[in-house]
């Protein structure tokens, strides 16, 4: 199985930054791909970036231009730099790896990001 820790997450004021980090061990030789969600109180679990495999990445709209997914393969580690946050972005941030079909998903215990002014 695969475990997921991610880090990096507290309380930054709109127009902020933050950098969350996300350290992958266990059985991750395969890996389809990674990727950052968020959940925000009362909504669904929401994708925000994507990395592949061979390294496409994927943004959701609203964050586009704002958040960058990097990962560094020798760390094992996949980070998302969050810039220019929104109120909007406040949410628990959850790190994910996805493994090859039938696709089998792991899940980090989330970090808290909050923006408030």
């Known amino acids: 199985q695969v475990q997921l820790v991610e880090s990096g997450g507290g309380l930054v004021q709109p127009g902020g930054s933050l950098r969350l980090s996300c350290a992958a061990s266990?059985?991750?030789?395969?890996?389809?791909?990674m990727g950052w969600y968020r959940q925000a109180p009362g909504k669904q679990r929401e994708l925000v970036a994507s990395i592949t495999g061979g390294g496409n990445t994927n943004y959701v709209d609203s964050v586009k231009g704002r958040f960058t997914i990097s990962r560094d393969d020798a760390k094992n580690m996949v980070y998302l730099q969050m810039s220019s946050l929104k109120l909007e972005d406040t949410a628990v941030y959850y790190c994910?790896?996805?493994?090859?079909?039938?696709?089998?998903?792991?899940w980090g215990q989330g970090t808290q990001v909050t923006v408030s002014s």
């Open positions: 994910s790896v996805r493994r090859p079909p039938p696709f089998d998903d792991y």
């Open positions: 266990g059985s991750i030789f395969r890996i389809y791909g």
